[in-house]
């Protein structure tokens, strides 16, 4: 597609453009951009710069020194730009996202990201390009792209397939990180942070290597979709696990390490994490200092306590489907729960939490917000830079309800909304509709206090990757929940443990309301997604059948 200019019609101008671009194309679409206002926030200051990696998986992007570092001091990260109004200038990007003209990585025209897994991903897949940002005020942008190919980024998940109100809104918000390029002194000072703060990160987090003989093992997805993969974490002599009466699973011994490969990092001041794939970096383990810092130490008998209460509450198990199965010790009751923000399967709207949680005395409340302000802090301090400016950006556009304490105004979080944990669990290996990166950590019971040196307790696996992460209680783990992952058994079958998962539904950022209409910044946001949509499908069918799709949302504006 040709350049685009923006004379004084502002960015109608170029969606009009676009649409006509559309019609010379022979897609029969219908010009529906008209003649509706842009409203602008008023705030020109609030922008941010998306800089992705290009580099191949592989050996190509694993350096000599095959360990990164994390931001150490985060306090000192909010430098001489403006943070009041996000903390995402403050966290530069990881090794991963320094290429300055890269854009986010898309296989095909599906938003929910597709793995490539075993060799292919060092097929030599090459993801260069160039992302121009587009300012939704109709006054200040000038161009658009020559060519519009980005999309959602590869850690968030919308419904791409409907244009009811809450899907469109999750596509809203998955694109409204496209604004206007930085300040020219904005963007010297970031970079400058940014390569100091890399000098840092090759001290900090050691990178995965996984062997050829693993490599040649690896799971694919379609192993994953068509049965079901469970990995048993049990060490040696512990008795394996054993499926439900009815059901034929797949379980897969870590410590048998045929197709799973463990490498972990004995100092405390060093994490983990693996080479980026498709552009971001699928998960990393906070240095354990780190993590023990963030929760203190000590105390963690209250955080049990809290999730044990919490937990007894709930009649009843929480209920996924059977491509997100839970399992726990054969004969014994499985009991998941989730607290915070869900959405309503009988009216339109997205509570606050859900009605048993009501009767949780206020001292837990407390403690559980506590610990989800710590896995926020921890998700802030190791996070890349555009997964936080992503989510920021996001809820600039779309108001979406995260979790907060009953009763209380002021202790809403930032960016999760929910927490789903259970006692001595396991799950079968999957995907969820998470739209940010979610956070994993374990607790362990009757110990109050943890060591730097405490034993492992339980394996974070991708069996894509070929990875499982060993967590020890108290760890934080970062992760992209769009790739296959699951939490093995426990170790020692004497522990037992609480495996916790802190997330962010699509669903919650669609805000569950189909009769609840866009405002002017969301219309333009959908009237962009759709048109990048558009130009990336290479069928004229389907190219068709998605401007159809879309001609519903057009006769409501």
Known sequence: MKALSVADGGVLSVLSALDNELNQGGLGCIKYFGDNNISSDGNDNNTRDIEVDSRRFGKECNPTNSTITLEDDFSAAHGDESVSDDDANSLDAFSGFSDPGGRFAITNESVHYHHRSGFHLSDGYSCHGRVEQVKLNENVSKSVPDSVTTIVPPWVHVFAKSTQFSSLRTQVASIAYLEEPIHK?????????????E????????????????????????????????????????????????VTWHAISVLDGKHIYVQDEFDPKKGLTFAPVNGVRPFIRLPRQHSLNIVRHKGMNKIFSALEACSKLKKTSLVRSDRKRIFGDYGERVMATCAG??????????????PFMENLPREHWKVLMSLMRCAEYAFEEIAEHQVISHIVHAKKVVPFKTMNMPGSTQSQLKYYGGLAFGCNLFLRCHTDADFTMSMAQVHLKHKD???????????????TLGVAVPLRPGDFLLFNAQIPHCVSSRCKHSDKIMVL?????????????????????????????HSIMVHQLQSYDRQRKLSCQYSEFYKTL
Do not use: W
């Open 185 to 197: 002194k904005a963007r010297h000072r970031r970079n400058r942070r940014s390569l100091k703060k």
């Open 501 to 529: 998962s802190m997330y962010l539904k699509a669903s919650v950022v669609g805000m569950n309301d189909n009769q609840l209409k866009l405002n002017s910044t969301q219309e333009i946001l959908a009237k962009r997604y």
């Open 449 to 463: 206090q943890y060591e730097l040196d405490d034993d492992i307790v339980v394996f974070f696996c991708f069996p």
């Open 341 to 354: 923000v869900l959405v309503s399967r009988n009216s339109r709207e997205v509570l606050d939490y859900a």
């Open 199 to 246: 000098k840092k990160q090759h001290r900090l987090l050691t990178e995965v290597i996984v062997p050829p003989s693993i490599q040649e093992q690896l799971l694919t997805t379609s192993d994953i979709d068509n049965h079901i993969v469970v990995f048993d974490g049990g060490d040696a002599g512990n008795p394996p696990i054993r499926p439900p009466d009815g």
